[in-house]
């Protein structure tokens, strides 16, 4: 799919990975909508790239409604929604304090899967009654971010390795069904990438998750994922699929 002249929508698009896959859409030639739980963030960054900044809780589905709707009014219906949100906080199962808090992995689970599968089915609808966009009948494509701990996580990862590992399995399905309307859906798993969720843990930390790379050896860039998502949105073969994008990293347990 060319992504000229196509209007995206980034969740997350204010920091991270979410913010450099919108400037490589925009500077692409996509008209971008930055969705952001953090306003300011996503204000930002889209006026950076000449895009339109949206207050969005993918979790919440008035909020994803409300955002999907003003997107549409900026910039017209949706083709490419990148699902790049996400929190990454770390509990163990039985800690100092007792039982990991059930609402705080409710929350993990809310935000990282529910808001996923919230974005996906909003797009889903909206793109499903496209005209395709090529004689391939693409009418849009839906990317997801998991994360390597999806399949190996870490001791305190519990709920966020329950989290992204629902977005992988759910991956399959959503293509399956939503291939009848030339709708794609692809995840990534990231390892361990260069962002502020990441660059705020100690630097012991991440010394010792970088060891576990096998090469290179180095954080992952923002911009190779974005790099990984312009080429997804181009090849039409890439469906259905969960692409880890980690230097070969395989998490140890701590
Ligand atoms: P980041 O913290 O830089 O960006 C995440 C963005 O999501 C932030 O701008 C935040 O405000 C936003 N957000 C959080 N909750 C939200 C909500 N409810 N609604 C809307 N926006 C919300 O992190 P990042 O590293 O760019 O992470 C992007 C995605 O990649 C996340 O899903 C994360 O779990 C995943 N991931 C990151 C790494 C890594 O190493 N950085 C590795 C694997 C997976």
Do not use: W
Not at 209 to 231: C, N, S
């Amino acid at each position: 799919m060319d992504v000229k002249g196509l209007a995206a929508v980034v969740t997350g698009g204010g920091s991270g990975m979410g913010a450099e896959t919108a400037r490589h859409l925009a500077q692409a030639g996509a008209k971008v909508a930055v969705l952001d739980i953090n306003k300011a963030n996503a204000e930002a960054v889209a006026a950076e790239i000449g895009g339109v900044a949206i207050e969005c809780d993918v979790s919440s589905d008035a909020s994803a409604t409300a955002a999907f709707a003003a997107a549409k009014d900026a910039h017209g219906p949706v083709r490419i929604l990148m699902n790049c949100a996400g929190i990454a906080p770390a509990a163990r199962v039985v800690g100092r304090e007792g039982p990991h808090d059930l609402a705080f992995f409710s929350k993990v689970l809310n935000v990282n899967l529910v808001g996923t599968f919230n974005m996906l089915r909003l797009a889903a609808a909206e793109m499903s009654v496209l005209e395709p966009l090529n004689e391939t009948g693409e009418r849009g494509v839906i990317i997801n971010t998991a994360s390597v701990a999806a399949y190996e996580g870490q001791i305190g990862q519990a709920a966020y390795s329950a989290s992204k590992g629902g977005v992988v399995g759910m991956t399959l399905p959503a293509a399956r069904e939503l291939a009848r309307f030339g709708v794609r859906v692809v995840t990534i798993a990231p390892g361990l990438i260069g962002t502020p969720m990441l660059l705020s843990m100690p630097q012991e930390v991440q010394d010792s998750l970088i060891a576990t790379t096998l090469f290179p050896k180095r954080l992952g860039l923002p911009a190779e994922y974005a790099k990984l998502a312009l080429h997804i949105i181009d090849n039409a073969m890439i469906n259905g699929e969960t692409i880890r994008l980690d230097g070969a990293v395989r998490l140890a347990p701590k």
